[in-house]
């Protein structure tokens, strides 16, 4: 039982259109435009029918992680394993699920209570990327690596024994990195542990030591070339989002990226060359440094 990829993202978001707006004119992504008569929003950025939903709330947070499965089996596998691990997993409504385009979904809740949707058999859409800033693609996969998911996440795991237990042992997946950056002095000290699934992307989920808000301290996506990226930047600095890491590349997934507040403040990584790996022949790193260069961190206030 592994876990294939990352797939999608439910956001509860206080003001849908700002966030959809951001999507779309900052981004790049697409609007799926799907049933008007639901208070959803959708961005798409790939034949999948969404990678991000935008939920109408009373705040900005992360509601939830669809997390892939590749065939009904691996599914079933990893909910049972769940289940008899003591956690509560509980069955998806099929409205939802067809809502949510897949063929069978499950709920339940990290050690960190951050919730997942564990899920097989997402129906696709191949209408075009139709991008309305002018972004060629997304890296989400192809027909060599197969699907990747729409990039990463990187989640609160204030007990990340217990988190990475829960992910490797239960959910299928596995480390790739295990990052200690230096911190600032009285600053509580950090770890970041990055987890691959079953594609090539260096890693798909990651779990950090700090509580976080808005239930995610940032989400990736990432495009084709660094003129991608430069053009996301110009338009993340006109349209007055917050830049809260300039350019930038890491030491463990090669990305070469910027971070942006989206409305509301969930962070978004904007990225390009993000490291594909060989997993029969990696070996799990320990680092000590998250970048190479770049990524002067400044947030607001």
Partial sequence: MTLA?????????????AWMRFGTEVLGLMDAQRDPSCSARYLRMDNHPFRFAIEPGDGDKLLACGLEYRCEADWTSACEALR??????????????????????????????????????????????????GVSEFITGDEYTGDMGFGHAVIPAPDIGASIEFYTSLVGLAISDDLYPPMPEGAPEARVVFMHADNPRQHSLALYNQPSPSG?????????????????LDRAKAAGHPVIASLGRHVNDNMCSFYVLAPGGIAVEYGYDGLLVDWDTYTPTVSTEGDLWGHEYSFPG
């Fill in 216 to 232: 995610v301290v940032h989400m990736m996506v990432e495009v084709s070339t660094l003129d991608e990226v430069g053009r996301g």
């Fill in 84 to 133: 008899e691990a003591g956690h509560t997993v509980s069955p998806g409504d099929p409205a939802v699920a067809k809502r949510l385009c897949v063929s069978n979904f499950a709920t339940v809740s990290d050690p960190a209570g951050n919730v997942l949707e564990l899920y097989y058999g997402r129906l696709l859409d191949y209408t075009p990327l139709n991008s309305p800033a």
């Fill in 5 to 17: 990829s990352i797939g999608y993202l439910r956001i509860e978001a206080s003001d849908v259109e």
